[in-house]
């Protein structure tokens, strides 16, 4: 059975990335979001499958230049543990680590760009297109910004 992490920040990447809670009966998976409030009963839903990394934003940039390399070690230590084969992420900057550790490592990279963007990238979008093995759209349009994408449609 193919191990897969699904990682994403907390929010909205996050809601799209639950929508494929259906996938998680037929791998071994493993669920990484940020430590929230809001998220601390996903850890009750799905116990030893969850683990958390810290909650940082790139709005208070200060905080968030201290916050970014715990999480790349923290990331570097998961998947160590975790030993996956495939990633598969919503974004964004959470993520961002885990999936160019995976591709240095020669595993899938899996990566969904956020339903809220129709006509834009997202950072993290611009900075894992490049190494994602399949970087799937949920907007038709955003197939000019991302020529190689497959376009699937929306999560929801």
Known sequence: MKKIIFISSTGGHLSELL???TLFDHYDYHLITEYTKSNIPLKDIYKKKMSFLM???KHNLLTYLFIFPINCIRSLYLYFKL???VIISTGAHTA???CFIAHFFKKKVIFIETFA???TKTLSGRFIYPIAD???VQWESM???YPKAI???WIF
């Open 19 to 21: 929508q494929l809670h």
């Open 83 to 85: 030993k996956p084969d």
């Open 134 to 136: 399949c970087f799937i």
């Open 151 to 153: 376009y699937l449609g």
């Open 55 to 57: 909650y940082g934003t």
């Open 143 to 145: 197939l000019e910004l």
């Open 96 to 98: 961002v680590p885990m």
């Open 117 to 119: 963007n129709i006509h």
